[in-house]
């Protein structure tokens, strides 16, 4: 089989009989899997009817202050909202849930305060963005997700969608790169991480100019040739073919990725879709709609 098709069977296994998608063989129902899985079955080409449990599922677990949270238990760890958006884009039967996780979206944010003096932080922490639950500071990849979630529905223009680039573009590292959300603590530059280099990377190319991201580029594109991690290769594929870069051996590593599966272990539903999005190399089907 292609590495794709060894992908979506390993997801097809992970579908539950009442809707939604497991994190790994034989385990219960999670939303944030069930988003993963759809973006990536739709990226691969996979009819609507395949994933439209899935979309009923999450729809029944949205809240009604239109957030999708990680647990019912949990009902601030709403960080799965933007991946919902992603995942309901697209089809008119849930329009109202997606537009509801939106305006979720669009009046919340992360915990933001003027800077102080003495604060052991280099970035701005006024700058709103999102954050993974309530009550903490914004990071990069709940903050990219969101930022994706809102060119998806054509809010590219939006002031929360504009702030938050901004945001992104506060956190990148004077030597390139992005780490998880701080650039330097008490004085000590952080280091890059290529999965934040590549989430924060495609979230941003409608906002910024190449060369405002070039040594992010740079950074990525040295690291990538040597990853063979699902995470951050799926991920950083996803960041640089955002700008146009897409390495010509990268199927190859993709291979070799999935292939370390035999030996490491089976990869998540989360990891599984996004080597999917790489391989079609949109980080979330977005570009017409975001253009448009």
Not at 49 to 65: C, F, S, T, V, Y
Request: overall charge positive; some cysteine; glycine content about 12%.
């Amino acid at each position: 089989m292609t590495p794709s098709q060894t992908l979506i069977e390993g997801l097809k296994k992970r579908m539950l009989p009442d809707g939604g998608f497991a994190f790994f063989n034989g385990g219960s129902y999670r939303t944030d899997a069930t988003a993963w899985a759809i973006i990536g079955l739709r990226s691969a080409g996979e009819g609507e009817n395949l994933i439209e449990p899935g979309l009923n599922r999450l729809a029944g677990d949205q809240m009604r202050d239109g957030r999708v949270v990680t647990s019912p238990d949990a009902p601030d760890a709403f960080w799965v909202t933007p991946l919902a958006v992603l995942a309901w884009h697209g089809s008119e039967r849930h329009k109202e849930n997606m537009n509801r996780a939106v305006e979720f979206l669009l009046s919340t944010s992360g915990k933001h305060w003027k800077k102080q003096k003495l604060d052991p932080v280099a970035h701005d922490t006024s700058i709103r963005g999102w954050s993974w639950t309530a009550g903490v500071h914004s990071w990069v990849a709940p903050t990219s997700y969101s930022l994706l979630a809102l060119r998806a529905v054509g809010k590219i223009r939006h002031p929360r969608a504009e702030e938050a680039a901004r945001m992104l573009m506060n956190r990148q590292l004077a030597a390139g790169g992005w780490n998880y959300g701080n650039t330097s603590v008490y004085g000590r530059q952080l280091y890059p991480q290529p999965d934040q280099t590549g989430v924060a990377l495609s979230a941003l190319s409608p906002y910024v100019t190449k060369g405002e991201v070039i040594r992010s580029l740079e950074y990525l594109g040295r690291e990538i040739g040597r990853i063979r991690t699902p995470l951050s290769l799926g991920l950083g594929l996803l960041g640089l073919g955002a700008w146009g870069d897409r390495p010509p051996g990268f199927m190859n590593w993709v291979r070799e990725c999935v292939d370390r599966q035999n030996r490491r272990g089976i990869y998540n539903t989360q990891e599984r879709s996004l080597l999917l999005l790489a391989i079609s190399g949109n980080p979330a089907l977005i570009e017409e709609t975001a253009k448009g």
